[in-house]
């Protein structure tokens, strides 16, 4: 069983900057790791992910300020937010999937006042 803890989110004003942090129990067999979004009365969306290879995909609303990484070493996925607007506001959730299943955070309240 793959756990993900998540961290990060909170109250920023509009254009300022957060980053979120999902440590992720095991990475064995990974096939990708991301983080979505729920907004209120919205689907959940994807943000960004990362798959094994290294290569990166972004939500076109997010491209150019927000950028996902990885931290091998300590088994964590980095989301840093830039030049937030209130349409960021949502529930952050970290997502992790290996050859078998995917798993999910329990998702991170981001908001943002304009």
């Known amino acids: 069983q793959v756990q993900l803890v998540e961290s990060g989110g909170g109250l920023v004003q509009a254009g300022g900057s957060l980053r979120l942090s999902c440590a992720v129990s095991?990475?064995?067999?990974?096939?990708?790791m991301g983080w979505y979004r729920q907004a209120a009365g919205k689907q959940r969306e994807l943000v960004a992910a990362?798959?094994?290879?290294?290569?990166?995909h972004y939500n076109d609303s997010v491209k150019g300020r927000f950028t996902i990484s990885r931290d091998n070493a300590e088994n964590t996925v980095y989301l840093q937010m830039n030049s937030l607007t209130p349409e960021d506001t949502a529930v952050y959730y970290c997502?992790?999937?290996?050859?078998?299943?995917?798993?999910w955070g329990q998702g991170t309240q981001v908001t943002v006042s304009s």
């Open positions: 095991s990475t064995f067999s990974m096939r990708s």
């Open positions: 990362l798959a094994s290879s290294g290569s990166t």
């Open positions: 997502n992790f999937r290996n050859l078998v299943r995917e798993y």
